[in-house]
Structure formats: structure tokens, C-alpha cells
């Protein structure tokens, strides 16, 4: 058992940054690698960034390249999103999820736990 908990959200103005952490605690039995995805109403869960277990590895998504930074401090197993330069279309539910295994991966079916959410909302 995996439990993940996002936290960080809020409502920041355009140009605004904020930063969200992912904790996960419970049966921690190996490497992990840690993706975040976000969700507005009527739309899947699009891929936004994701870390491999050491940190070594990161990707992202095509519209938060160069203004958002994905990191993790594993002695605290806990993951970062740094979002810089926030637009309105940031505006989303955040959810962090993690995956068994070192490598990261940017689709959402390749990850085992997930947790509750965070809102980020960007007003302009």
C-alpha cells in the first residue's frame, strides 16, 4: 500500500508561480519514478512531467517545457513541480502518480498509484 498526497495548489495570478509537492508514504518496496498529470473538466489527464527514481531522467510536456521543473528529494520521498510563468491554461486538477520501477514513462496506464489532487487555478 502507496499512499500519495499532493499538496501546493491554490490560485495565483498569470505570470505567478507555485509549487507543488507529491509525499508518498506506505509500503515503499523499491525504486519509483514519478509522474504529474492534470485534468479539466471533460478532458483526460494529459501528461505535464515526469522523473525517473534518481532524479537522473526528467520529461515534459510540450506546453510546460522551459517553465515548469520537475525534482524529488528521495530521503523525504517526496517530488516537486516547480511552475514558473503560470498561464490560465495551467488551470487544472494536479495529480501526481508513481510507478514501480526506475524509468519514467508519460502515460498515465504505465502508473500504479495515484493521489487525490491538488487545484491549480490561474486567473488573469
Known amino acids: 500500500q502507496v499512499q500519495l498526497v499532493e499538496s501546493g495548489g491554490g490560485l495565483v495570478q498569470t505570470g505567478g508561480s507555485l509549487r507543488l509537492s507529491c509525499a508518498a508514504s506506505g509500503r515503499i518496496i523499491g525504486p519509483y519514478a514519478t509522474g504529474w498529470f492534470r485534468q479539466t473538466p471533460g478532458k483526460g489527464r494529459d501528461f505535464v512531467a515526469a522523473?525517473?527514481?534518481?532524479?537522473?531522467?526528467?520529461n515534459y510536456g510540450d506546453s510546460v517545457k522551459g517553465r515548469f521543473t520537475i525534482s524529488r528529494d528521495n530521503a523525504k520521498n517526496t517530488v516537486y513541480l516547480q511552475m514558473n510563468s503560470l498561464k490560465p491554461e495551467d488551470t487544472a486538477v494536479y495529480y501526481c502518480a508513481a510507478k514501480w520501477g526506475s524509468i519514467l514513462e508519460r502515460t498515465t496506464g504505465a502508473y500504479n498509484y495515484w493521489g487525490q489532487g491538488t487545484q491549480v487555478t490561474v486567473s488573469s
Open positions: 522523473i525517473s527514481s534518481s532524479g537522473s531522467d526528467t
